[in-house]
C-alpha cells in the first residue's frame, strides 16, 4: 500500500492505541502550520489569498500531503479565525508570514457578553468548512484534521493577554462566563468542521501552558474547557490532539485528567519524563522546529531517532513551521519513520 491508501487508518490506529505498520508522521495546521514557502511553491499557491479562498487553501493545505511529506492534511494555517470572526481585528500577513491579531474585541474580561457566536455560514469561518469539504472530496483516503485555537488562546486573542491574565484572578466570574462562551463556540465550530470532512481535531492551545497559568489556574480554566472541548467532538471524529506549549512539568497531574486522544508537545519536554507522568496517552512531538528551519540533516535526523527512541506515538514537528524551511529538512521525518519502520 502506498501513503495515500494508509493515511487516515494509521492515524486513527495510532490515537485508539492499537499496534501500527509504522509510526505516523504529520503536522495537523492551525498552529501547527505545516507550510512553507518552499511547499507554495511546488503548488503555485501562496498566503494570503489562500487564507480567504477554499479552492487555494485546499489546493495549499494538500501540498505537503502529495509531496509524501506528511500523513495528513490540515486547514486553517494560522490561529486567528475565530478571533476574527468574534470581533477582533486581524493582518493577514503575506506569504511568510501569518496572520496576527492587530486589535481586541473586547477590553476587558467583563464585556463577554457583547460577543457574537463565530457566523459558520461567512467569512473565514466559511473559508475553512468549504476548504474541508473539498479536501475530503480530493483526497478521499488523507488523515484530514481540523484545527481549532484552544480555549485560552481564542480568549487571548479577543481580550489582551496582559489583561487577560491579571482577569483571571481579580474578575474570575466573567472570566469563567468569557471561557464558557468560548468553549461553545469552539464547540459549534468544531462540530461543523467534522461535518464538512475533517475525520480528525487538532486543538492548539499555547496560551494555556501550565508556565503561563501554573496548576491551579491551569486546572481551573485551562483543564475544564478542553475537556469539554474533548468530551464535545470525540465522538464525532476519529480523534482530538490537544498540543499545549512550553514545560509541562508543573501541570503533570492535570494531563492526567485530560480527555484528549493524544498530547502534542514542544521540543522543551522531556519525551520520556512525560510518559512516566502522564501514562496511558498517546504522545505525539516534538521535533524542534528551529533546527528544522536551520537545516543540518545530521541534526535533524538525530532528533527525529531521539523522539521515536523514547516511544513518541507520532512523530511531528514541535510547532509550527518556519516558512523559510527547506523542503529537504521536513523530508527527514517521513524518511526517518520509514527507515524505522523497515529496521522492525
Known amino acids: 500500500m502506498n501513503q495515500q491508501d494508509t493515511s487516515a487508518a494509521l492515524l486513527a490506529s495510532t490515537l485508539h492505541g492499537e499496534k501500527c505498520c509504522r509510526v505516523p508522521c504529520i503536522c495537523p495546521g492551525g498552529m501547527m502550520n505545516m507550510l512553507t514557502v518552499d511547499a507554495m511553491d511546488l503548488c503555485d499557491t501562496y498566503w494570503p489569498e489562500a487564507h480567504r479562498d477554499p479552492v487555494l487553501m485546499a489546493r495549499l493545505a494538500a501540498a505537503p500531503f502529495t509531496a509524501g511529506l506528511f500523513d495528513n492534511i490540515g486547514v486553517p494555517f494560522c490561529m486567528t479565525v475565530e478571533a476574527e470572526s468574534m470581533g477582533s481585528a486581524v493582518d493577514l500577513g503575506d506569504r511568510q508570514t501569518e496572520p496576527r491579531v492587530t486589535a481586541y474585541a473586547l477590553s476587558s474580561v467583563e464585556q463577554w457578553e457583547s460577543l457574537s457566536p463565530m457566523a459558520l455560514d461567512r467569512g473565514r469561518a466559511k473559508v475553512v468548512l468549504d476548504a ?8 478521499p483516503q488523507a488523515a484530514v484534521i481540523g484545527n481549532l485555537t484552544g480555549p485560552m488562546s481564542l480568549a487571548s486573542s479577543l481580550v489582551d493577554a496582559n489583561v487577560f491574565y491579571k482577569e483571571l484572578r481579580k474578575k474570575p466570574q466573567a472570566a469563567h462566563a468569557l471561557m464558557d462562551f468560548v468553549t461553545d463556540t469552539l464547540i459549534a465550530f468544531g462540530q461543523a468542521q467534522i461535518q464538512a470532512g475533517a475525520e480528525f481535531i487538532a486543538i492548539s492551545d499555547p496560551s494555556g501552558t501550565g508556565e503561563i497559568l501554573g496548576p491551579r489556574l491551569f486546572a481551573e480554566y485551562a483543564l475544564p474547557c478542553l475537556n469539554r472541548l474533548c468530551q464535545a467532538l470525540r465522538p464525532l471524529c476519529q480523534g482530538v490532539i490537544v498540543h ?14 485530560l480527555e484528549s486522544d493524544a498530547i502534542s508537545v514542544d521540543a522543551a519536554v522531556n519525551l520520556e519524563k512525560l510518559r512516566e507522568n502522564v501514562p496511558g496517552k498517546v504522545i505525539m512531538g516534538n521535533v ?45 521525518l517521513m524518511e526517518t519513520v520509514k527507515e524505522a519502520s523497515d529496521a522492525n
Open 244 to 257: 499545549i506549549c512550553g514545560q509541562l512539568r508543573a501541570v503533570y497531574p492535570q494531563l492526567s485528567q
Open 288 to 332: 524542534s522546529t528551529f533546527a528544522l528551519a536551520a537545516g543540518k540533516s545530521d541534526t535533524i535526523h538525530s532528533l527525529c531517532r531521539g523522539c521515536l527512541r523514547s516511544g513518541v506515538d507520532i512523530l511531528a514537528p514541535a510547532c509550527g513551521l518556519g516558512t523559510t524551511t527547506a523542503l529537504s529538512s521536513i523530508r527527514i
Open 132 to 139: 474541508l469539504s473539498l479536501i475530503r472530496t480530493q483526497h
